[in-house]
């Protein structure tokens, strides 16, 4: 069964503690993974498609990197504006829907 | 604003009222998603459509949930009958013939 799963589920950091969170998939045939941002009470906000191994995207403060088994999600020298969900989705070969993780968490304390 | 917009943004139902939500996409997107998201979890698929015709629905999707999109523009989602495990954000995405896909702000649904 295809499946996306993210961790941690929750992360805390200081401002300016950089970290990464990850995001690892069983699809057949990967045809793109989508990193969102989602902040509370509103939709996802598209950040960045990564569309094969080794691939990488950069925005501001956010790097996407992408394997075969798993992806990162790097942030460097976070700020407070950072915290939000972020959320990673892989298309199903021969359909057009999205499987989501369940997110994680970002707080970033001053 | 040139993105996708959905209406109402909140909407308060009793268990067993039949509810309407809309979603205009953007405007050159030809493929419109439905999802549904509750706390804590990401987004699950609903439906699809490519123009007008519908072309996939989830098993989340019962017979009480119908979605249309007349002529291939805005998108409506009905739920008859609601019960309380329908209360949950109701989020509409589209896409222009490729795979990213771009979210309104969501429905968020609360069925007493």
């Known amino acids: 069964e295809d499946q996306v799963t993210q961790s941690p589920e929750a992360l805390r950091l200081q401002e300016g503690e950089s970290s990464s969170l990850n995001c690892s998939y069983t699809?057949?045939?990967?045809?793109?993974l989508f990193w969102y941002r989602q902040d509370p009470g509103k939709g996802p906000e598209f950040l960045f498609t990564?569309?094969?191994a080794g691939e990488e995207k950069e925005k501001e403060r956010l790097k996407a990197t992408l394997t075969k088994k798993e992806s990162f999600l790097h942030i460097t020298a976070p700020k407070p504006e950072d915290s939000a969900t972020y959320l990673c989705a892989v298309p199903i070969q021969g359909a057009q829907k999205l499987v989501f993780g369940q997110g994680t968490r970002l707080t970033i304390n001053p | 604003d040139t993105g996708v917009s959905q209406d109402p943004r909140h909407k308060i139902t009793k268990r067993g009222q039949n509810v309407t939500f809309r979603c205009d996409p953007i405007s050159e997107h030809n493929r419109l998603y439905w999802y549904r998201q509750t706390l804590g979890q990401g987004p699950e698929f609903l439906t699809y459509f490519q123009n007008e015709a519908q072309l996939e629905k989830s098993r989340l999707l019962s017979d009480r949930f119908s979605a249309e999109r007349p002529k291939g523009s805005f998108s409506t989602l009905e739920i008859q009958r609601t019960e309380q495990g329908d209360s949950a954000m109701y989020l509409c995405?589209?896409?222009?013939?490729?795979?990213?896909?771009?979210f309104g702000p969501g429905t968020r649904l609360t069925v007493l």
């Open positions: 990564l569309y094969s």
């Open positions: 699809v057949s045939g990967l045809r793109g």
């Open positions: 995405a589209s896409s222009l013939s490729g795979y990213e896909q771009f």
